[in-house]
């Protein structure tokens, strides 16, 4: 079965500063994995997506996510990060079947001025 | 940019009572999904709908609760006895049938008393 796990409940970074948020995955087959972004009372917001080719990708707002087949991980990164990125980040890989998503349980970003 | 939107953004109901929540997918869309979440934990999925009818549904979708695709624009979560642990904040998405991404809306919170 599909999997997704985000090992860190809270990432504190400094603005300015790169920030990561983990997520390593396990799947059966390929992986199709994403990105998302919740901000306080909002739903979730896609921010990138790995389906197949480049293993660095790039999304919204200045955000980028490495794919890693031999570490079977999905880190997010950013290079600087701003105090309008807090929020909360979720990992998710897309099951096999009628592609649902299976979310990791989220990692919480804080960056501080 | 067109959105998924939902209503009632909020919705308290008293238990056993019936309740309804109403999501508008993007229009060109085909595939729809409801996820939930409670509060502090992760996004689950409900079920998939494809060509007006279920197509997976998880082990939280229960007798309790339906789907329904009543026109060309609304999708529908029905609940009908609503149980104190149906609190929670319930997701609608959609996608293409070509795109994998899944763009969610800002989702209702339902409170069961």
């Known amino acids: 079965a599909q999997s997704v796990a985000q090992p860190e409940d809270q990432v504190n970074v400094a603005e300015g500063n790169p920030l990561t948020v983990k997520c390593t995955y396990s799947v059966s087959g390929n992986p199709y994995l994403f990105w998302y972004v919740q901000y306080p009372n909002r739903g979730l917001q896609f921010l990138l997506k790995y389906i197949t080719g480049d293993n660095l990708v790039k999304g919204s707002y200045g955000f980028e996510a490495e794919f890693n087949k031999s570490q079977t991980s999905f880190h997010l990164k950013k290079p600087s990060a701003l105090v309008s990125d807090s929020a909360l980040y979720f990992c998710a890989v897309r099951d096999d079947g009628y592609n649902k998503l299976i979310f990791g349980a989220g990692t919480r970003l804080a960056v501080h001025p | 940019e067109p959105e998924v939107t939902q209503t ?10 019936e309740v309804i929540l109403r999501c508008v997918p993007i229009s060109n869309h085909l595939y729809f999904y409801w996820y939930r979440q409670i509060l502090g934990q992760k996004v689950e999925f409900l079920v998939s709908f494809y060509n007006n009818e279920i197509s997976e549904k998880s082990e939280i979708f229960d007798d309790q609760f339906s789907v329904e695709r009543p026109d060309g624009s609304n999708f529908t979560l029905k609940i009908r006895s609503t ?3 149906d609190s929670a904040m319930y997701f609608c998405a959609s996608r ?6 899944q763009y969610f809306g800002p989702g209702t919170r339902l409170l069961v008393l």
């Open chain 2, 8 to 17: 009632p953004s909020h919705q308290v109901t008293q238990m056993g009572q």
């Open chain 2, 83 to 85: 149980k104190l642990e």
């Open chain 2, 96 to 101: 293409t049938g070509l795109a994998e991404t």
